[in-house]
Nanobody, 119 residues
Framework: QVQLVESGGGLVQPGGSLRLSCAAS????????MGWYRQTPGKQRELVAF???????NYADSVKGRFTISRDNAKNTVYLQMNSLRPEDTAVYYC?????????????WGQGTQVTVSS
């Protein structure tokens, strides 16, 4: 069983910063991908950023240069440093883990953490 526990959301003013954390526990394979997605009411969940265990990253165009994803493989934890936050970054942020043996990789999700950017 795999469990993801997120923390770090909250209310911040435009231009401010927040750091999200997500710790994975359970049967975690050494080769995996961890990332962050976000969702607002009435819209599909969208990718924010991901980071493979080998160090490859990918960011949504809307967050490039403002957000940084990192991970601690020893702790199975992924972080999302969010700077220069904008009102349009307001969303529920979900941690994602793609984990499993080859050809049996499965998606696991955290419970979501609310990020609100407002003055």
């Amino acid at each position: 069983q795999v469990q993801l526990v997120e923390s770090g959301g909250g209310l911040v003013q435009p231009g401010g910063s927040l750091r999200l954390s997500c710790a994975a526990s359970g049967s975690i394979f050494s080769i995996n991908t961890m990332g962050w997605y976000r969702q607002t009411p009435g819209k599909q969940r969208e990718l924010v950023a991901f980071l493979t265990s080998g160090g490859r990253t990918n960011y949504a165009d809307s967050v490039k240069g403002r957000f940084t994803i990192s991970r601690d493989n020893a702790k199975n934890t992924v972080y999302l440093q969010m700077n220069s936050l904008r009102p349009e970054d307001t969303a529920v942020y979900y941690c994602n883990l793609q984990n499993g043996p080859a050809r049996e990789v499965a998606d696991y999700w955290g419970q979501g953490t609310q990020v609100t950017v407002s003055s």
